[in-house]
């Protein structure tokens, strides 16, 4: 079983939709959680971090099942400039200075 | 404020050719720095990250070597490339104490014909 694991897509959607991301990891262990945005060609950039409890930021609500080792990122009224590739990261565990990341799941927002 | 700048930008190699890719680190002091390399169709994978100068930590064993001659200078070299060095390689910084937080550099695309 691969250590983080996503959907990799594309999701096409229309602008307004709502679209929700899954990720799944393998290590129990693991101690903190990550979406990251990378645009085409470009580096990754740390959208939001993901608890237990859930957190939201805008449009975007991210939420963690520790018992399933699951997470999700669910993006409110697509905007075209949500457009990107959403990397699952997940860190080993405490004083792990490695972070997995997923292979992406690719996003197109269509007008 | 903290920036990281990594060059060049793109980069076409000759097979068995050396590399050098350079990674600094501006607005901190004594960050950690990490290397990383995403391959086409697969996701990032770390391959050495640094907690101080002169300090390296190797992930995946290859024909990479990174060295830390500075606080916030961090260098991927290799003796001779392979077609497999080929993708986009990414510097990152992370404040000392928090292993999990991680800011990318604008990576290096790195062809090898």
């Known amino acids: 079983r691969k250590e983080v694991e996503q959907d990799p897509g594309p999701f096409n959607v229309p602008e307004g939709a709502t679209v929700a991301f899954n990720c799944t990891y393998s290590?129990?262990?693991?101690?903190?959680f990550f979406w990251y945005r990378q645009d085409c060609r470009k580096e990754p950039k740390l959208l939001m971090s993901?608890?237990?409890s859930g957190n939201e930021d805008g449009r975007f609500t991210a939420q963690l099942n520790r018992a399933s080792q699951y997470i999700s990122l669910l993006i409110r009224d697509s905007k075209l400039s949500d457009s990107a590739t959403y990397l699952c990261?997940?860190?080993?565990?405490?004083?792990?200075?490695?972070?997995?990341f997923g292979k992406g799941t690719k996003l197109s927002v269509i007008p | 404020s903290q920036t990281i700048h990594q060059w060049p930008a793109t980069l076409v190699q000759p097979v068995g050719s050396p590399l050098s890719l350079e990674c600094t680190v501006e607005?901190?002091?004594?960050?950690?720095l990490y290397w990383y390399r995403q391959a086409a169709g697969r996701g990032l994978q770390l391959l050495f990250y640094?907690?101080?100068?002169?300090?390296i930590s190797s992930e995946v064993p290859q024909n990479l070597s990174a060295s830390r001659p500075q606080d916030r200078q961090f260098i991927l070299s290799s003796k001779k490339l392979l077609l497999s060095d080929s993708g986009f390689y990414l510097c990152?910084?992370?404040?000392?104490?928090?292993?999990?937080?991680?800011?990318f550099g604008p990576g290096t695309r790195l062809t090898v014909l």
């Open positions: 990152a910084w992370g404040p000392p104490l928090a292993a999990d937080t991680q800011y």
């Open positions: 290590n129990s262990a693991s101690q903190s």
């Open positions: 993901v608890y237990s």
């Open positions: 990261v997940v860190t080993p565990g405490a004083g792990s200075y490695q972070l997995t």
């Open positions: 607005g901190t002091s004594n960050p950690n």
């Open positions: 640094s907690v101080g100068i002169g300090q």
